[in-house]
C-alpha cells in the first residue's frame, strides 16, 4: 500500500494511482497542476493552507483529486501512524422534544409521539447493560431547550426535582458513571455553570457546529426558525468549553443548503478555535442523509466525491495532529474508501442502541469493519470517548480522570483484551 512516503513520492504517480483505486475515482491522467502541488505541499511541507487556497482544492476535478488525497493521507499517516480509531457507545436519547425547527432533522417529536423523556431508571439500565456489553460511552443525545416551549415536559421536570434539561442530564450522567460507563454528552448551548457541573461526570463533551453561515438561519434555509443554531451562540459555548479545559467534539453537516465557501469558512472557524483553545479533540465531515417526511426530504444528499473532497480538505485545514472522523453509518458502503482522504477515526458503534439521530442508517459490524481497515494495511482499534492525548489532569475532573486511566492501556486507548 502507498499510503506511506517519503516526501519527494507525495506525487509519484504509482502513489496517486494507489489514492485514486482505494477510493474508488478515476485514476490520474497526468500530475497535478503547479497550483494543486503548490497547496497541497505548502500544506504538507509549509506554514498551512489559506481560505482561498482550501476552497480552491474543495473544488478542484480530475487529477487533481488524487494529489489532494495524497496530501491529506500524508498529513494523518505522518500524525497518527496506520492506525484507525472508534469507540463502544449506547445512545440515550435523553428527550426528543426540542424547540428548533431544522429543515433536515427526524429526530425531533411532539409530545403524544412517544415518551418525553426517558427515565431515570431507564437510563440506568442502558448503562448497566452498555457496561456488561463493553461499552465504555454513553452517548447523550438531546432537543435543545424543551422546557422553553412544552408546559407538559416541564412539569416532568419538575417532578424529577429539576427545572431545566441541564439539570436532568447532570443528575443521571452523575449516576450513569457509576456503572462503569463514561457519558458523553451533546447538551447543546450550555451556560458556564451547566458545563462546569457536567465536567464533574463527563471525561468529554461534543457539539456540532454544522456551519458558521448565518444565512443559513433565513427564511427556507436548513437553520430557519432554529433559537440554538445561530453560530455565535454555538462558537460562545465550545469557547466556554476551551476556557474550562473540557476535551470537546465538534464538526460540520455537508449538504444542508451550504456553499463551498461557507463549508471552509466552518473548517477555519473550528480550526481557529482549536489553536485557541486546545481542547477541540475531534473533528466529524457529518453528510447530510435525506429522509421521508422531514422539510429537506428532496435535498439530495452530498456526493461520495463531494464528501470525499471535503474530508481531505478538512484534514489540510485542520492539520494532521487534529482527530478526524466520518460517521460508518451514513457511510456504510464507502467508510474505509475515506481513509485516503485522511481520516483516523470511525467514531462510535453500538451493540445496543440504533441511531436515533438517523435510525435508517444501521451500525456497520465491527468484525467488517476490522476487515475492511486491515485489507488496506490499517489497525483499528477501540478507545474511549476521550482521546489518549486529553487523558491529563489539565483536562478531565481528577475523580473521574482516576476512573479513565484504569480503563486505558498505556498508549491510553482500550486494552486490546477488552475490545
Given at each position: 500500500m502507498a499510503f506511506e512516503c517519503s516526501e519527494t513520492e507525495l506525487f509519484d504517480r504509482s502513489r496517486l494511482e494507489e489514492m485514486a483505486r482505494v477510493a474508488g475515482i478515476a485514476p490520474p491522467t497526468a500530475p497535478p497542476s503547479p497550483e494543486v502541488a503548490r497547496i497541497c505541499e505548502g500544506a504538507v511541507f509549509g506554514g498551512g493552507v489559506s481560505p482561498d487556497d482550501a476552497l480552491f482544492l474543495a473544488e478542484v476535478s480530475g487529477d487533481g483529486v488524487p494529489a489532494l488525497l495524497s496530501a491529506a493521507s500524508f498529513l494523518a499517516v505522518r500524525s497518527h501512524g496506520k492506525r484507525l480509531t472508534y469507540s463502544k457507545n449506547v445512545f440515550v436519547p435523553l428527550t426528543r422534544l426540542c424547540r428548533n425547527h431544522c429543515g433536515y432533522c427526524t429526530f425531533k417529536i411532539e409530545p403524544g409521539e412517544a415518551e418525553l423523556l426517558v427515565p431515570p431508571g431507564e437510563v440506568d439500565e442502558i448503562a448497566r447493560k452498555g457496561a456488561e456489553l463493553g461499552c465504555t460511552e454513553l452517548l447523550f443525545v438531546l432537543g435543545d431547550k424543551p422546557e422553553a416551549v412544552y408546559g407538559q415536559y416541564r412539569d416532568m421536570l419538575s417532578g424529577l426535582g429539576c427545572s431545566t434539561t441541564a439539570e436532568y442530564l447532570a443528575e443521571v450522567c452523575e449516576s450513569a458513571i457509576e456503572r462503569g460507563i463514561f457519558p458523553h454528552s451533546n447538551l447543546g448551548l450550555a451556560t458556564e455553570d451547566e458545563l462546569r457541573r457536567l465536567r464533574r461526570s463527563n471525561p468529554s463533551m461534543g457539539l456540532m457546529l454544522e456551519n458558521i453561515s448565518p444565512r443559513l438561519l433565513k427564511k427556507g434555509e436548513a437553520h430557519h426558525r432554529c433559537a440554538d443554531k445561530v453560530p455565535k451562540l454555538r462558537m460562545e459555548t465550545m469557547e466556554t468549553a476551551g476556557r474550562l479545559r473540557?476535551?470537546?467534539?465538534?464538526?460540520?453537516?455537508?449538504?444542508?443548503?451550504?456553499?463551498?465557501?461557507e463549508r471552509v469558512d466552518s473548517l477555519f472557524a473550528l480550526r481557529d478555535m482549536a489553536e485557541r483553545h486546545g481542547h477541540i479533540q475531534e473533528i466529524i465531515v457529518q453528510n447530510f442523509s435525506p429522509k421521508d417526511g422531514?422539510?429537506?426530504?428532496?435535498?439530495?444528499?452530498?456526493?461520495?466525491?463531494?464528501?470525499?473532497?471535503?474530508?481531505?480538505?478538512?484534514?489540510?485545514?485542520?492539520?494532521?495532529?487534529?482527530?478526524?472522523?466520518?460517521?460508518?453509518?451514513?457511510?456504510?458502503?464507502?467508510?474505509?474508501?475515506?481513509?485516503?482522504?485522511?481520516?483516523?477515526?470511525?467514531?462510535?458503534?453500538?451493540?445496543?442502541?440504533?441511531?436515533?439521530?438517523?435510525?435508517?442508517?444501521?451500525?456497520?459490524?465491527?468484525?467488517?469493519?476490522?476487515?475492511?481497515?486491515?485489507?488496506?494495511?490499517?489497525?483499528?482499534?477501540?478507545?474511549?470517548?476521550?482521546?489518549?492525548?486529553?487523558?491529563?489532569?489539565?483536562?478531565?475532573?481528577?475523580?473521574?480522570?482516576?476512573?479513565?486511566?484504569?480503563?486505558?492501556?498505556?498508549?491510553?486507548?482500550?486494552?486490546?483484551?477488552?475490545?
Amino acid at each position: 500500500m502507498a499510503f506511506e512516503c517519503s516526501e519527494t513520492e507525495l506525487f509519484d504517480r504509482s502513489r496517486l494511482e494507489e489514492m485514486a483505486r482505494v477510493a474508488g475515482i478515476a485514476p490520474p491522467t497526468a500530475p497535478p497542476s503547479p497550483e494543486v502541488a503548490r497547496i497541497c505541499e505548502g500544506a504538507v511541507f509549509g506554514g498551512g493552507v489559506s481560505p482561498d487556497d482550501a476552497l480552491f482544492l474543495a473544488e478542484v476535478s480530475g487529477d487533481g483529486v488524487p494529489a489532494l488525497l495524497s496530501a491529506a493521507s500524508f498529513l494523518a499517516v505522518r500524525s497518527h501512524g496506520k492506525r484507525l480509531t472508534y469507540s463502544k457507545n449506547v445512545f440515550v436519547p435523553l428527550t426528543r422534544l426540542c424547540r428548533n425547527h431544522c429543515g433536515y432533522c427526524t429526530f425531533k417529536i411532539e409530545p403524544g409521539e412517544a415518551e418525553l423523556l426517558v427515565p431515570p431508571g431507564e437510563v440506568d439500565e442502558i448503562a448497566r447493560k452498555g457496561a456488561e456489553l463493553g461499552c465504555t460511552e454513553l452517548l447523550f443525545v438531546l432537543g435543545d431547550k424543551p422546557e422553553a416551549v412544552y408546559g407538559q415536559y416541564r412539569d416532568m421536570l419538575s417532578g424529577l426535582g429539576c427545572s431545566t434539561t441541564a439539570e436532568y442530564l447532570a443528575e443521571v450522567c452523575e449516576s450513569a458513571i457509576e456503572r462503569g460507563i463514561f457519558p458523553h454528552s451533546n447538551l447543546g448551548l450550555a451556560t458556564e455553570d451547566e458545563l462546569r457541573r457536567l465536567r464533574r461526570s463527563n471525561p468529554s463533551m461534543g457539539l456540532m457546529l454544522e456551519n458558521i453561515s448565518p444565512r443559513l438561519l433565513k427564511k427556507g434555509e436548513a437553520h430557519h426558525r432554529c433559537a440554538d443554531k445561530v453560530p455565535k451562540l454555538r462558537m460562545e459555548t465550545m469557547e466556554t468549553a476551551g476556557r474550562l479545559r473540557i476535551p470537546w467534539t465538534s464538526g460540520i453537516l455537508v449538504g444542508i443548503g451550504e456553499t463551498v465557501r461557507e463549508r471552509v469558512d466552518s473548517l477555519f472557524a473550528l480550526r481557529d478555535m482549536a489553536e485557541r483553545h486546545g481542547h477541540i479533540q475531534e473533528i466529524i465531515v457529518q453528510n447530510f442523509s435525506p429522509k421521508d417526511g422531514i422539510a429537506m426530504e428532496q435535498f439530495p444528499p452530498p456526493s461520495f466525491l463531494e464528501m470525499l473532497k471535503t474530508v481531505a480538505v478538512a484534514r489540510l485545514v485542520m492539520g494532521g495532529e487534529m482527530n478526524l472522523q466520518i460517521p460508518p453509518n451514513l457511510n456504510g458502503e464507502t467508510y474505509s474508501k475515506f481513509i485516503p482522504a485522511g481520516i483516523n477515526d470511525l467514531g462510535g458503534v453500538s451493540p445496543l442502541t440504533i441511531d436515533y439521530v438517523n435510525p435508517e442508517a444501521p451500525w456497520p459490524a465491527l468484525e467488517e469493519m476490522k476487515k475492511q481497515v486491515g485489507a488496506l494495511g490499517f489497525e483499528l482499534r477501540e478507545r474511549l470517548p476521550v482521546y489518549p492525548e486529553y487523558i491529563t489532569d489539565e483536562f478531565i475532573d481528577p475523580a473521574v480522570l482516576e476512573m479513565v486511566r484504569a480503563r486505558a492501556d498505556a498508549g491510553g486507548l482500550v486494552p486490546e483484551a477488552n475490545s
